[in-house]
């Protein structure tokens, strides 16, 4: 058991953190995009102290985060297109699989010939990594199957007891984990997206896939490209159902199922859109940014979803964003957290 210890980014925190890491412990800390548990990547006991912390499956492998190319050499072996890709989109929320090298333990990759490396762009993710002059491994640092924490109250709620530093930078800005891209099976195929979109990888690389996996529940005797796919993931406790159709349909909609709900005794309520608070004011609206930026929504996505539980919301509603850009990172965490549960808006008011 450790005191957990929650400690806004300085240079002498920077230094225990470096510590800690170099002694094969666990640091969370900052990145761009959700706050990492990070340990020494080089280190296979520290590595496997990650999965314990996280009570993570073993098979899931974890993202390696450097400061420099330059490390690359050491790590593994540059595939077609990687270069054009860290040129334009590092230091920034974009992993590459890489053929890995020996170096990196087979705990990192769980096995995996290759291993997924990203260099983040946030100034203490930056300068954490510099300090300790490691690379680190770092999944999210929420308990598995939490949606990952945009804030180090959320790293402190899964991790408390089980780590002893938490450095504070405050929320992240882009609030959904990196985009995941794989370079070395022919087509360059997106396995998880993220702020770096399909749009901006394709002016970069031409034709980009997106896996199959990433709208819709695996399939059975489907084999999945990145392992995280295969676990339920990003999960609320409480039972989340998405609304699509045509915006005022899906007003109305939301309104009576959320209605229908409540009056069965259930703790319902509605994630909706902040043009929307007002009409559905009355089914405890959980605002998720504006219809009109897929980012805002992103970046609240997670919050929101530990703001249900904290309230223990039985029954959740929710908008949905078009799946182009950022809104693909946003229908492919909501559609998880729904295990892809998907209503009509017409179908329902149609039933009335
Ligand atoms: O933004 C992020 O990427 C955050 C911050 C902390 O950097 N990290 C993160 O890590 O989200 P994690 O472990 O929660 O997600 C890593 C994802 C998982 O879906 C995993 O299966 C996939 O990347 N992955 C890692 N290595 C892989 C590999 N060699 N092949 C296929 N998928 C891989
Ligand atoms: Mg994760």
Redesign the pocket.
């Given at each position: 058991m450790y005191q957990t210890q929650v400690k806004p980014a300085s240079d002498q925190v920077l230094r225990e953190a470096s510590r800690l890491l170099h002694a094969g412990e666990l640091v969370a800390f900052p990145?761009e995009?959700?706050?990492?548990?990070g340990a020494n990547a080089l280190n296979k006991d520290a590595v496997l102290s990650i999965f314990a912390a996280k009570g993570r499956p073993a098979d899931?492998?974890?993202?390696v985060?450097i400061w420099d190319p330059a490390q690359l050499e050491d790590l593994c072996t540059i595939p077609d297109g990687a270069s054009l890709l860290m040129e334009r989109f590092w230091p920034g929320?974009l992993?590459i699989?890489m053929p890995r090298k020996e170096t990196i333990p087979l705990e990192v990759?769980?096995g995996?010939p290759?291993?997924?490396i990203?260099m983040?762009s946030h100034p203490v993710a930056a300068s954490l990594l510099k300090a300790c002059g490691l690379p680190i491994a770092?999944?999210?640092?929420n308990r598995s199957g939490k949606p990952?924490p945009t804030s180090a109250h959320y790293v402190f709620q899964d991790m408390d007891g089980r780590i002893p530093l938490i450095i504070d930078g405050g929320p992240c800005d882009v609030g959904v984990?990196?985009t995941?891209i794989?370079l070395t099976h022919g087509t360059p195929t997106i396995?998880?997206p993220?702020g770096i979109t399909r749009e901006m990888l394709e002016s970069v690389l031409g034709r980009v896939d997106v896996a199959g996996s990433v709208l819709r529940p695996l399939q059975k005797g489907e084999k999945a490209?990145?392992?995280?796919?295969r676990y339920k993931h990003y999960s609320p406790d409480g039972q989340v159902t998405l609304v699509e159709g045509e915006e005022s349909a899906v007003i109305r909609a939301l309104s009576v199922l959320c209605h229908d709900a409540q009056e069965k005794g259930y703790r319902a309520c509605v994630m909706c859109f902040t043009e929307h608070l007002t009409q559905l004011a009355d089914c405890t609206p959980h605002d998720i940014g504006s219809i009109h930026d897929p980012s805002a929504t992103a970046q609240c996505l997670f919050d929101t979803l530990r703001h249900l539980d904290d309230e223990k919301m039985d029954v959740i509603f929710s908008e949905v964003v078009p799946t182009t850009g950022v809104g693909l990172a946003v229908m492919n965490r909501l559609g998880r957290a729904a295990a892809f549960r998907t209503v009509s808006a017409e179908a329902v008011l149609s039933e009335r």
């Amino acid at each position: 058991m450790y005191q957990t210890q929650v400690k806004p980014a300085s240079d002498q925190v920077l230094r225990e953190a470096s510590r800690l890491l170099h002694a094969g412990e666990l640091v969370a800390f900052p990145t761009e995009t959700v706050y990492g548990l990070g340990a020494n990547a080089l280190n296979k006991d520290a590595v496997l102290s990650i999965f314990a912390a996280k009570g993570r499956p073993a098979d899931n492998p974890l993202i390696v985060h450097i400061w420099d190319p330059a490390q690359l050499e050491d790590l593994c072996t540059i595939p077609d297109g990687a270069s054009l890709l860290m040129e334009r989109f590092w230091p920034g929320p974009l992993t590459i699989l890489m053929p890995r090298k020996e170096t990196i333990p087979l705990e990192v990759t769980a096995g995996l010939p290759t291993v997924a490396i990203r260099m983040p762009s946030h100034p203490v993710a930056a300068s954490l990594l510099k300090a300790c002059g490691l690379p680190i491994a770092a999944p999210s640092a929420n308990r598995s199957g939490k949606p990952s924490p945009t804030s180090a109250h959320y790293v402190f709620q899964d991790m408390d007891g089980r780590i002893p530093l938490i450095i504070d930078g405050g929320p992240c800005d882009v609030g959904v984990e990196s985009t995941v891209i794989d370079l070395t099976h022919g087509t360059p195929t997106i396995l998880r997206p993220g702020g770096i979109t399909r749009e901006m990888l394709e002016s970069v690389l031409g034709r980009v896939d997106v896996a199959g996996s990433v709208l819709r529940p695996l399939q059975k005797g489907e084999k999945a490209l990145s392992p995280g796919m295969r676990y339920k993931h990003y999960s609320p406790d409480g039972q989340v159902t998405l609304v699509e159709g045509e915006e005022s349909a899906v007003i109305r909609a939301l309104s009576v199922l959320c209605h229908d709900a409540q009056e069965k005794g259930y703790r319902a309520c509605v994630m909706c859109f902040t043009e929307h608070l007002t009409q559905l004011a009355d089914c405890t609206p959980h605002d998720i940014g504006s219809i009109h930026d897929p980012s805002a929504t992103a970046q609240c996505l997670f919050d929101t979803l530990r703001h249900l539980d904290d309230e223990k919301m039985d029954v959740i509603f929710s908008e949905v964003v078009p799946t182009t850009g950022v809104g693909l990172a946003v229908m492919n965490r909501l559609g998880r957290a729904a295990a892809f549960r998907t209503v009509s808006a017409e179908a329902v008011l149609s039933e009335r």
